[in-house]
């Protein structure tokens, strides 16, 4: 039985994640609970296992008296003698209780006490183990639809992908795997409560990350990002390395690299550009694909007046001013589009020549 008991622990250590020692300390703690039920009391209890061989002894103490009021706790002298010569008055004896005599409802106890333990070490396993993936993308696979939500399966665990963490026009078939960014990871009895995200930022941020070796090395840096999931993203990188091309290093060979990732956010655009301190200079290249002709930014103010050919002005806005918008949350400047003809148009000023003083004279004649 001894040798069962080591082979099923090292079972729940390998495919559970439960620690051999969790697992022996459970089992002391129902050995002690056993005992309680079976005598009333387990103040006095004693449990020692040999974690090499799985073998357990209980040992009740006991106090050597001259007559015996309690006997879960006292032994008399005689009784005491007859175990060991050598015990006096006073003297603690150790007297070991054999757990197969324990009644039904003492084992039954013992074991939901065991039960309990892998329960929560199981539960605790998972959250530590998905707690240590927040804010990290992984790979689920979609299961089934609840309500308007999509419960998806990340192997040990179920998440929740949210209807407003969903990006509007995807659909996704039962046993689908995609990619989606952990929001939050809650502990809860039933186990841990898993939020995830197909619309977060950060998505695109660690799937270039997974993608491109630079980025995840260090030597190129996603300095900002700006995203309407399921539309289009724009973000900034930054490179290291002087022999290094962040914008190439991101869109790969003939696009190779950008493109896996856009295939994964199913056709979403994705603008990489290059990040400058120089808020003129972010500013014009957070507008591309559009030309500008003049930046002229407040780095106080955090607001930038942008003057592009009279051809670029729709292309700078962008459909439903969606490139001006995105441009704006990338740079953190609020920026006001104008064109050539608009500001020459608002350069222009007309002179109103004040008339001079009246002066009038009151006094009598």
């Given amino acids: 039985m001894n040798t069962e008991l080591l082979e099923a622990l ?53 106090t050597v008296v001259e007559e015996v009021e309690d006997s879960a706790l006292e032994i008399s002298l005689v009784d005491a003698k007859m175990i060991d010569s050598v015990y006096e008055l006073g003297d603690i004896v150790n007297i070991e209780v054999k757990s197969k005599e324990f009644g039904r409802i003492a084992t039954q106890s013992a074991k939901n006490v065991i039960l309990q333990k892998i329960r929560e070490e199981e539960r605790k396993v998972l959250y530590n183990q998905y707690y240590g993936k927040e804010k990290d993308v992984v790979t689920g696979i979609v299961q089934r639809q609840v309500g308007k939500n999509i419960s998806i399966n990340l192997g040990k665990a179920d998440a929740m992908l949210n209807e407003n963490e969903q990006v509007k026009g995807e659909a996704f078939m039962p046993t689908e795997r995609i990619k989606v960014y952990i929001l939050e990871v809650k502990d809860t009895p039933k186990g841990p409560r898993i939020l995830v995200s197909r619309t977060h930022p950060e998505l695109v941020k660690r799937l270039f990350e997974a993608e491109v070796t630079e980025v995840k090395d260090g030597t190129v840096e996603i300095k900002s990002i700006a995203r309407e999931a399921g539309s289009r993203t724009k973000i900034a990188v930054w490179s290291n390395h002087p022999d290094v091309d962040p914008v190439g290093a991101c869109v790969g060979m003939n696009g190779a690299r950008v493109n896996a990732i856009v295939n994964e956010l199913r056709g979403e655009k994705i603008d990489i550009i290059n990040w400058s301190d120089n808020p003129a200079v972010l500013i014009e290249n957070a507008l591309s694909p559009a030309k500008v002709v003049s930046v002229i930014a407040d780095a106080e103010e955090k607001t930038a007046k942008v003057v592009v050919p009279d051809y670029q002005l729709s292309l700078a806005i962008g459909k439903e001013g969606q490139n001006a918008r995105l441009a704006a949350r990338l740079t953190g400047f609020k920026i006001d589009i104008k064109s050539e003809t608009q500001a020459r148009e608002a350069e222009e000023v007309v002179s109103i020549e004040e008339p001079e003083d009246l002066e009038m004279d009151f006094s009598e004649e």
């Fill in 10 to 62: 090292d079972t729940l250590e390998r495919e559970k994640d439960i620690s051999k020692e969790t697992m022996l300390e459970a089992i002391e703690n129902s050995l002690i609970i056993a005992c309680k039920n079976h005598f009333g009391k387990s103040d006095n209890i004693k449990v020692e296992i040999n974690k090499d061989n799985g073998e357990f002894k209980v040992f009740a103490e006991k």
